[in-house]
């Protein structure tokens, strides 16, 4: 069964600070992996999908990597903003089967000006 | 529409009540998802329509729980005899199909069972 962890739970930085949120799983046999951001009251915004082939992926201030065969990801925000502000969460899709996510219990970030 | 909309936002009921949970598709997507978002269990996924079809309801966590899809549209997903254990936020997502690498999430409906 596939579990997906992020460390840390919650994460409190002042403005401008670059930032890495991690992202583990059990299984290596993933389609891909996406991080979401989620806004109190809304619903789920995808920032960034990995390929499982793919090692990183960019959009703006926003860089993730994945490492398949450690089962890790990690999220890097550059020059923090306090509009950064909300939940993050990776979820994975398995290789096989009925691709449904599986979503790690995310990381509360709150960044102060 | 625009995306992925949910009704109602939000929903207090009482224990044994039964409860509707609509949502409402980006148009011309083929698949669409049940998930359920609580505290102390994270986001897990419920449920999931290709067409007007759920190939496997094993997700669904009791037999009170039932989704349904009509028209290749609009999903409901009913309660029965609700539980305080079934407060969460439920979200909808869909997409273009399947294999699509991308979900729209819709806002959720926040459930509270009294």
């Known amino acids: 069964k596939q579990e997906v962890t992020q460390i840390p739970a919650a994460l409190s930085v002042p403005e401008g600070e670059n930032l890495v949120l991690n992202c583990s799983f059990t299984?290596?046999?993933?389609?891909?992996l996406q991080w979401f951001r989620q806004d109190p009251g809304k619903g789920l915004t995808s920032l960034l999908l990995i390929q499982s082939s793919q090692r990183e992926q960019t959009s703006g201030r926003l860089n993730a990597s994945l490492d398949k065969s450690s089962g890790r990801s990690t999220l890097y925000i550059a020059a923090s903003q306090p509009g950064d502000s909300a939940t993050y969460l990776c979820a994975v899709r398995r290789a096989t089967g009925f691709q449904k996510l599986v979503f790690g219990t995310g990381t509360r970030l709150l960044v102060s000006p | 529409g625009a995306g992925v909309s949910q009704s109602p936002s939000n929903k207090v009921t009482e224990k044994g009540k039964d409860v509707e949970l609509r949502c409402d598709p980006i148009?011309?997507?083929?698949?669409l998802y049940w998930y359920r978002q609580s505290l102390g269990q994270g986001l897990e996924f419920l449920i999931y329509f290709q067409g007007n079809s759920a190939p496997d309801k094993s997700g669904l966590p009791s037999d009170r729980f039932s989704a349904e899809r009509t028209g290749g549209s609009v999903s409901t997903l009913t309660i029965q005899r609700t539980q305080q254990e079934d407060s969460a936020v439920y979200l909808c997502?869909?997409?273009?199909?399947?294999?699509?690498?991308?979900?729209?999430f819709g806002p959720g409906t926040r459930l509270t069972v009294l």
């Open positions: 299984d290596s046999a993933i389609y891909n």
């Open positions: 997502a869909s997409s273009l199909g399947l294999q699509a690498d991308t979900q729209y």
């Open positions: 148009s011309g997507h083929t698949a």
